[in-house]
Nanobody, 121 residues
Framework: VQLQASGGGLVQAGGSLRLSCAAS????????MGWFRQAPGKEREFVAT????????YYADSVKGRFTISRDNAKNTVYLQMNSLKPEDTAVYYC???????????????WGKGTQVTVSS
């Protein structure tokens, strides 16, 4: 599966953005999906994941209550709605596909190119 993320940009603190990740192929609904991010000088970190059916979602503590992951299997797309953005959310955001059990157990096999999110103070 090939993944293409979009929707990044520059936003002021407190603002919102919605990221989208479009997947190619007919097996999208079989994959758990996730969003990860990498800030300058830092390692890539988990943001949120969603099960293949969309029935289960998991979030990093740093984004819980502010970000929402969702998916539309009919459109082969996963979303990340980001509200109440903070400067520390600034990073390149990546979507990924693979196997998801919970917030600590996942195995992402396919990665898309990232989209830059910049939050100004």
């Amino acid at each position: 599966v090939q993944l293409q993320a979009s929707g990044g940009g520059l936003v002021q603190a407190g603002g919102s953005l919605r990221l989208s990740c479009a997947a190619s192929g007919r097996t999208f609904s079989a994959y758990g999906m996730g969003w990860f991010r990498q800030a300058p000088g830092k390692e890539r970190e988990f943001v949120a994941t969603i099960s293949s059916s969309g029935g289960a979602t998991y979030y990093a503590d740093s984004v819980k209550g502010r970000f929402t992951i969702s998916r539309d299997n009919a459109k082969n797309t996963v979303y990340l709605q980001m509200n109440s953005l903070k400067p520390e959310d600034t990073a390149v955001y990546y979507c990924a596909a693979g196997w998801v059990a919970n917030a600590e157990n996942y195995d992402m096999r396919h990665w898309g190119k990232g989209t830059q999110v910049t939050v100004s103070s």
